[in-house]
C-alpha cells in the first residue's frame, strides 16, 4: 500500500460552530456538509481550495462507529499535532493577532520553511508551515 496524501483529521467539538468558524477565518477554509445521512447540526466538513474535505468536524453527540472517551483540552490521544502546509505567513499571522491568539513562530532556513504554532478552539495544536516558492 503507498500512501498518496493525508486524507482528513477529524475533531470532536463542543463547539461545533465556533470550531469551523475558526478554521473558515483563519486558514479560508470553506465549510460544508458532510454526506447524507450526516446531520448539519452535528457534522461539518472544512474543504480546501482544491475541494478536498481535510477536516471533519463532530459535534460530541455524533454516533461514531469506532467511539472513544474524548475530552478538550489536555487530552487528545497519541496525536501531538496537526500540521497543514499554508501560505500567505503574514495574513495568517495578522489574523492571529486580530484574535488575540496565543502563538509561536519559528524558521528553518536550510529548509526554506516559516513555521507558526497555535491551538485551536479545542485545544488541538497546530503546526501551519509556510514554505518559499
Not at 40 to 46: A, F, I, K, L
Request: hydrophobic share 40%.
Amino acid at each position: 500500500m503507498i500512501v498518496e496524501r493525508l486524507d482528513h483529521v477529524n475533531i470532536i467539538t463542543d463547539d461545533l460552530s465556533g470550531t469551523a468558524r475558526f478554521y473558515a477565518e483563519l486558514l479560508d477554509l470553506k465549510e460544508g456538509d458532510g454526506p447524507p445521512p450526516m446531520k448539519p447540526s452535528q457534522v461539518r466538513w472544512m474543504f480546501d481550495g482544491g475541494g478536498n474535505a481535510i477536516l471533519h468536524l463532530n459535534s460530541a453527540d455524533f454516533p461514531r462507529l469506532f467511539d472513544r472517551q474524548v475530552s478538550d483540552g489536555e487530552t487528545t490521544g497519541a496525536i501531538h499535532h496537526v500540521a497543514l502546509r499554508c501560505s500567505d505567513f503574514e495574513e495568517v499571522k495578522a489574523r492571529l493577532d486580530a484574535r488575540a491568539a496565543e502563538y509561536q513562530t519559528n524558521e528553518v532556513p536550510s529548509a526554506g520553511l516559516r513555521q507558526i504554532f497555535t491551538s485551536d478552539p479545542n485545544k488541538v495544536l497546530l503546526e501551519l508551515n509556510f514554505f518559499n516558492g
